[in-house]
């Protein structure tokens, strides 16, 4: 599988999240929405990662791709959006977010995806 097929493959796991992630909300079943709102930002980011020839495995490969980026495109935003999220994915083992929490953090996962896919289309 070459780098354009894990974009895609990658990208378009990401969209299927989110819009689990929506379907979730709507339900209030706000431990899965926080899961699949995590999981679409992992595919964002992996897929972004693949666009430049990397893979990344683990949740430290996915830290150090967002710090490294944040840094590489001078905006913070970015990694404190990443960091956000990640706060979702604890939410889905603790539960400990209400609706109005888990619907502020939606903004950021989704700011930060559009961000992610924008950067991946200014690339080769």
């Known amino acids: 599988m070459d780098d354009t097929d894990n974009f895609t493959r990658y990208s378009e796991q990401s969209r299927r999240y989110l819009q689990n ?3 979730s909300l ?3 079943d706000l431990d ?3 899961e699949f709102l995590w999981g679409a930002v992992a595919q ?3 897929a972004l990662a693949a666009k430049r020839g ?3 495995k683990t949740h430290g490969e996915l830290w150090e791709f967002m710090r490294e980026l944040a840094t590489e495109v001078n905006d913070p935003t970015l990694y404190e959006d990443f960091r956000t999220a990640n706060y979702l994915h604890s939410n ?3 539960v400990e977010l209400g609706i109005l929490e888990v619907l502020s953090a939606t903004e950021h996962v989704k700011r930060l995806i559009t961000h992610l896919f924008e950067i ?3 690339m080769k």
Request: hydrophobic share 40%; charged share 40%.
């Open 92 to 94: 889905f083992y603790e």
């Open 44 to 46: 964002a980011v992996k």
């Open 26 to 28: 709507e339900k209030e």
């Open 21 to 23: 992630a929506q379907k």
């Open 120 to 122: 991946g289309e200014t």
């Open 32 to 34: 899965k929405a926080s």
């Open 54 to 56: 990397l893979i990344l």
